[in-house]
């Protein structure tokens, strides 16, 4: 393996395919693609301060190394990379990567980031930014704080743990997502999903989990939460704390000590079909259009 040290570098390309190599100690000033197409490369204790730095590359192993704001789409077709106690600063950082590993890492702008990916893990990590995982696949999280609206829109086979989720519009458009042991706070939470499940996790959702098919929810609250529920079929869900609402169900079973109100109505949907198990409903209403009619109407 070749070794280069202490150095720095600018120009367009400058170590374009670069194959084999020990990088430590590096910073790669003005110049884009500076590894573009590179294999079996490591990067230590290194700094990336312009565009494009690692595309279409193979085999990246990263440590202690900052990626500033102007890396921006810095790691776009690239396969097996793995990155550890760095920062990263840019935004639209990922596309169209696969085997991604992320430890101990903070992304200070992650908008845009991670899009349309395979098999990533991420562990230890702090994610701040929009938009993050859009139509990603393959998702593994453990021990992550994220804070952005439209967290993983349209991805699929998401397992996360021991997290917290500050986002609006959080998992959207989703198939095949597990949740453990993790906080959710964000407004429509999970909207358009397919199968997704929460176990021992505490949500808070204005109008959240609704127009699904296929929710599990064991050993969870949902606190001040409203609204929920709507068009959600096939629903199989045991809370442990009081949901201040819930409209319009299509199928399934919900268990809860209490519901602030229950809005079940059959031109919209058939109650028999949805089981509530309540020993406290607060109200019961039967009706849920609650447009006005226009005065010239």
């Known amino acids: 393996m070749r070794g280069i040290k202490n150095r720095y570098f600018e120009g367009e390309r400058i170590l374009y395919g670069l194959n084999d190599a020990n990088l430590e100690g590096i910073t790669f ?12 490369i490591t ?11 690692l595309w279409y590359d193979e085999n990246v192993n990263v440590e202690n190394t900052t990626f500033e704001t102007m890396s921006r789409s810095g790691i776009w077709y690239t396969k097996n990379i793995s990155i550890k106690n760095s920062a990263l600063q840019a935004p639209k ?20 980031t991670m899009w349309t ?4 893990r991420i562990t230890n990590s702090q994610i701040n930014g929009d938009y993050f995982g859009k139509d990603s696949k393959n998702i593994y999280l453990d021990n992550v704080s994220v804070i952005g609206n439209y967290v993983f829109d349209g991805a699929e086979n998401i397992e996360v743990h021991n997290s917290t989720f500050v986002s609006k519009d959080a998992f959207w458009n989703c198939k095949n997502v597990t949740i453990y042991d993790s906080i959710i706070n964000g407004e429509y939470l999970a909207w358009n999903t397919n199968n997704i499940k929460f176990i021992n996790c505490k949500i808070e959702s204005d109008q959240g989990l609704n127009y699904i098919d296929q929710l599990e929810i064991k050993n969870s609250s949902l606190i001040h939460t409203d609204l929920a529920f709507e068009k959600v079929s096939n629903m199989d869900v045991e809370l442990d704390a009081k949901i ?39 109200k019961k209403v039967d009706q849920s259009d609650m447009n006005q009619e226009p005065k010239d109407w």
Not at 43 to 53: M, R
Not at 93 to 112: G, P
Request: some cysteine; hydrophobic content about 35%.
């Open 29 to 40: 000033g003005e110049g884009e693609s500076p590894l573009k197409e590179a294999t079996n």
């Open 43 to 53: 990067l230590k204790n290194s700094i990336f301060k312009w565009k494009y730095p």
């Open 93 to 112: 950082l990922f596309r169209r990567a696969s085997h991604i590993i992320l430890d101990n890492v903070h992304f200070a702008d992650a908008e845009e």
């Open 117 to 120: 990916c395979d098999d990533i």
């Open 244 to 282: 201040d609402s819930v409209k319009n169900p299509i199928s399934g079973k919900l268990v809860a000590p209490e519901i602030g109100t229950l809005i079940m109505d059959p031109n919209k949907i058939d109650p028999a079909k949805t089981i509530i198990d309540c020993p406290k409903i607060g």
